[in-house]
Nanobody
Framework: QVQLVESGGGLVQAGGSLRLSCAAS????????MAWFRQAPGKEREFVAA????????YYADSVKGRFTTSRDNAKNTVYLQMSSLKPEDTAVYYC???????????????????WGQGTQVTVSS
């Protein structure tokens, strides 16, 4: 069982930046590919970014490519999402998720992930 806890969300003006963190407990993240999803009110949960277990490969949704960067520090058991040039349409609850490394990534659908954090709210004002 992997327990994930996101942090770093908040209110930011358009054009600003935030860094989200996803810390794991109970198990090391070394054996998991990780991803970020987001869900806005009234919308389905959507893929944002993914990173392989080693950090050697990353994947991004077209809507965030060039603005968001995901990284990981396995020694700290933490995954990050650096968000820059934020837009009001980035407003959502952001979740991190984990899938065992035996799977091929990127896994773009929420149902493909075994473990989820509770989410952190990101609000971008115009």
């Amino acid at each position: 069982q992997v327990q994930l806890v996101e942090s770093g969300g908040g209110l930011v003006q358009a054009g600003g930046s935030l860094r989200l963190s996803c810390a794991a407990s109970r198990r090391t993240l070394n054996n998991y590919h990780m991803a970020w999803f987001r869900q806005a009110p009234g919308k389905e949960r959507e893929f944002v970014a993914a990173i392989s277990w080693s950090g050697g490969s990353t994947y991004y949704a077209d809507s965030v490519k060039g603005r968001f960067t995901t990284s990981r520090d396995n020694a700290k058991n933490t995954v990050y999402l650096q968000m820059s040039s934020l837009k009001p349409e980035d407003t959502a609850v952001y979740y991190c998720a984990a899938v065992p490394m035996v799977h091929t990534i990127p896994v773009l659908t929420p149902t493909g992930y075994d473990y989820w954090g509770q989410g952190t709210q990101v609000t971008v004002s115009s």
